[in-house]
């Protein structure tokens, strides 16, 4: 069965340093999602990602997240000078269509801002 | 935006028992509500969906229900087994933008042998 992966699986910085997170997106799959979730609470959405722009951002994506899609298969998070709130799940998700279709959600990086 | 509240935080059944949790959404222009069960160390994983022009659906042990007029929908999950512990999300969709779910707060299943 086809599945999104991420990689690394846990990721430790220091604050103010930049992280990069990576996922390998379901290959058919047009649309590229990237969600957070802080311990213990919901799953937020961070950026949605089309036809190599972002298509929607959330309050929480500001300039210091940025997206890409290198070489048509990865899907990378930029976070820029880490804070220690930023410290969370981020789990990458992928979706055939917009319109009320499933998205599928990779295992998610742990990121751990010291 | 849309604003979906679920109840409870943490539910505890015996195993064979039944488990319901609950959502509310905000956003009437909402039409799409799906259920995501999350295993630890893993991402949410669509277990069940429900589109606004049906009132139920089931898929084995499980079942959704929604309420349109009340903006209220729900996950029954009957005869439940250890396996079934997870953390369970509902959310809601609006038909006017992409698929950007709002979710709940999230429901701690625990399932006791």
């Known amino acids: 069965e086809p599945e999104v992966t991420q990689t690394p699986s846990h990721q430790v910085t220091q604050m103010g340093q930049e992280v990069i997170l990576r996922c390998v997106p379901i290959?058919?799959?047009?649309?590229f999602y990237w969600y957070r979730q802080i311990l213990g609470q919901k799953v937020e959405f961070l950026v949605s990602?089309?036809?190599?722009?972002?298509?929607?951002k959330s309050e929480i994506f500001d300039d210091q997240f940025s997206v890409e899609r290198p070489d048509g298969s990865n899907f990378t998070l930029k976070i820029r000078s880490t804070k220690l709130e930023d410290s969370a799940m981020y789990f990458c998700?992928?979706?055939?269509?917009?319109?009320?279709?499933?998205?599928?959600f990779g295992q998610g990086t742990r990121l751990t801002v010291v | 935006g849309e604003n979906v509240e679920q109840h409870p935080s943490t539910l505890s059944v015996q195993e064979g028992d039944s488990a319901v949790i609950k959502c509310t959404y905000s956003?009437?222009?909402?039409?799409?509500f799906p259920w995501y069960k999350q295993e630890l160390g893993k991402g949410p994983q669509l277990i069940i969906d429900?589109?606004?022009?049906?009132g139920e659906k089931k898929d084995q042990r499980i079942a959704v229900t929604l309420n349109k007029t009340a903006k209220h929908f729900s996950l029954h999950i009957t005869e439940t087994q250890p396996e079934d512990s997870a953390v369970y999300f509902c959310?809601?969709?609006?038909?006017?933008?992409?698929?950007?779910?709002?979710f709940g707060r999230g429901t701690s299943l625990i399932v006791h042998p």
């Open positions: 290959s058919n799959h047009l649309y």
């Open positions: 956003d009437s222009a909402s039409n799409y």
């Open positions: 990602f089309y036809n190599n722009e972002i298509s929607e």
């Open positions: 429900i589109r606004s022009n049906v």
């Open positions: 959310a809601g969709l609006s038909s006017g933008g992409s698929y950007i779910p709002t």
């Open positions: 998700a992928s979706s055939s269509n917009t319109v009320n279709t499933e998205a599928f």
